[in-house]
């Protein structure tokens, strides 16, 4: 003989929730909760929240105050980030769903205020899955990595712009010697770090022009190269 059991559609029901339709400026965010006195009955609420931290913050706190248990938002770009960063940081339960989940529901509305209503239903009964958000460490290492990335990226086109530029300067020094000698050896000297360079370059202006400056970086170049071979490989 089959078992019977009478079950309550309330048991799935999550009674405190909050959805967030996210857009770039700002948030529509929509709170389901129970009726304070009518048993059965549910209070809804619905308000614009501006995409700042000082508003998300306040959403928080009241959030918070008013005891939502899930809060959920679509993933629309990277806009749900500081709703969902700064909420999760207040102690909230945060989910970030595919908007192709919500879209796939049928009777889905199209206004920013009736998507986020929407959104709340089906989050209140369970009819969405959370995507994955690595947890905050690994967020931050993930940061890391991407700024490593691309400092190593910039690092490279500056390297080959200098090494272009250089490439220029020493065919200038190549073709006018008598001109760009001595601003080429303290280039080398100095910028360049290469003394052996510079030192070679002194010593060719040095005999172009016998000038009390030309003898100075002369002697400048050769200390620099006494200091090279005192330190050692």
């Not at 959920?72 to 769903?97: D, H, I, N, Q, S």
């Not at 989940?101 to 959104?119: E, F, I, M």
Request: proline letters at 5%; a positive charge.
């Amino acid at each position: 003989m089959p078992e019977t059991q009478e079950l309550s559609t309330a048991e799935d029901l999550v009674e405190r929730v909050a959805a967030i339709d996210v857009a770039k400026a700002s948030g529509m965010v929509c709170v389901r909760l129970p009726h304070e006195t009518r048993t059965g009955r549910r209070v809804q609420e619905v308000w614009n929240v501006p995409a700042t931290t000082t508003a998300i913050l306040e959403l928080g706190h009241r959030l918070v105050c008013q005891g939502v248990a899930r809060v959920v938002m679509e993933a629309t770009g990277a806009y749900w980030k500081p709703y969902f960063f700064l909420l999760e940081a207040r102690g909230l339960e945060c989910w970030l769903v595919n908007a192709r989940d919500v879209k796939n529901v049928p009777g889905r509305p199209k206004t920013d205020k009736l998507d986020a209503v929407w959104l709340a239903k089906l989050t209140e009964r369970g009819m969405l899955r959370p995507s994955f958000v690595p947890p905050k460490p690994v967020r931050q290492l993930r940061d890391l990595a991407r700024l490593r990335a691309v400092l190593n990226q910039e690092r490279c086109r500056h390297k080959q712009r200098v090494e272009k530029i250089l490439a220029g300067y020493g065919e200038l020094v190549l073709r006018h010697p008598e001109a760009y000698a001595d601003h080429a050896a303290d280039f080398w000297l100095t910028v360049g770090a290469d003394v052996e360079r510079s030192l070679q370059l002194a010593l060719q202006n040095l005999a172009f022009r016998q000038t009390a400056r030309a003898h100075a970086l002369f002697q400048r170049a050769v200390l620099a190269q006494n200091r090279v071979a005192e330190a050692g490989p």
